[in-house]
């Protein structure tokens, strides 16, 4: 069975444009969570869905968003992009809805400039 | 509000000896725990899980956990550690709370000395 997948894994953005990143969970599994993950501040917990629902958000400010779609399939879109931004942003995913074990992907690497 | 603490940011031990990570949590309910390790520049590979049960728990790569209630503690343990063993390594808690969310602690680094 595949394991998660996401994409882009590197990209380098300019302050103030925007970035969305994929994630597709493994098969069958249908909630998906985001992470960003930065040296000082460890794993930050950003955001779960599922079911095409957010049903659980982390403390970061609006310009962080995320949807699910039909087939499970995650994304996540950073608007006006700030340098503290960079960080590798992890995506996991687990069978839900009731509590379980999240299984992670690889990670976006993104650096804002 | 759940947490995760690992007091030790780093840990140092010589090859072949045995590892204690130590973690702590504080969560309301009956907690889910979990141990992950990143290697560099890898995503988070489950160790172990406890959810209900026996409270000695084994993971793979030879590690073990044990659950104490009553410390509110979930420590990682190995009895001999290997070179490749040098990561970084997370406690988390799965809380259910409205919909479910895993809180990871802040990471312990292993450094392995030949």
């Known amino acids: 069975k595949a394991g998660v997948t996401q994409t882009p894994r590197y990209l380098i953005k300019t302050r103030g444009q925007q970035v969305t990143l994929s994630c597709s969970p493994i098969?069958?599994?249908?909630?998906v969570s985001w992470y960003q993950q930065t040296p000082g501040q460890g794993l930050q917990f950003l955001f779960e869905?599922?079911?095409?629902?957010?049903?659980n958000k982390g403390n970061f400010p609006g310009r962080f968003s995320g949807r699910q779609f039909s087939n499970s399939r995650s994304e996540m879109n950073v608007s006006t992009l700030e340098l503290g931004d960079s960080a590798l942003y992890l995506c996991?995913?687990?069978?839900?809805?009731?509590?379980?074990?999240?299984?992670f992907g690889e990670g976006s690497w993104l650096t804002v400039v | 509000a759940q947490s995760v603490t690992q007091p030790d940011i780093h840990i140092t031990v010589s090859e072949g000896a045995s590892l204690e990570l130590r973690c702590n949590y504080s969560?309301?309910?009956?907690?889910?725990l979990f141990w992950y390790v990143q290697s560099p520049g890898q995503g988070l590979q489950l160790l172990l899980k406890?959810?209900?049960?026996?409270?000695l728990v084994q993971g793979i790569k030879g590690f073990e956990a044990e659950f104490k209630r009553s410390q509110s503690s979930f420590n990682l343990r190995k009895p001999s550690v290997h070179w490749s063993d040098a990561a970084e390594y997370f406690c988390?808690?799965?809380?259910?709370?409205?919909?479910?969310?895993?809180?990871f602690g802040a990471g312990t680094r292993l450094f392995v000395k030949a």
């Open positions: 996991a995913s687990s069978a839900g809805p009731s509590p379980d074990t999240i299984y």
């Open positions: 098969s069958g599994h249908r909630s």
């Open positions: 869905y599922f079911s095409e629902t957010q049903r």
């Open positions: 969560y309301g309910a009956t907690p889910y």
């Open positions: 406890y959810f209900s049960g026996d409270t």
């Open positions: 988390a808690v799965g809380a259910a709370t409205g919909g479910f969310k895993t809180i």
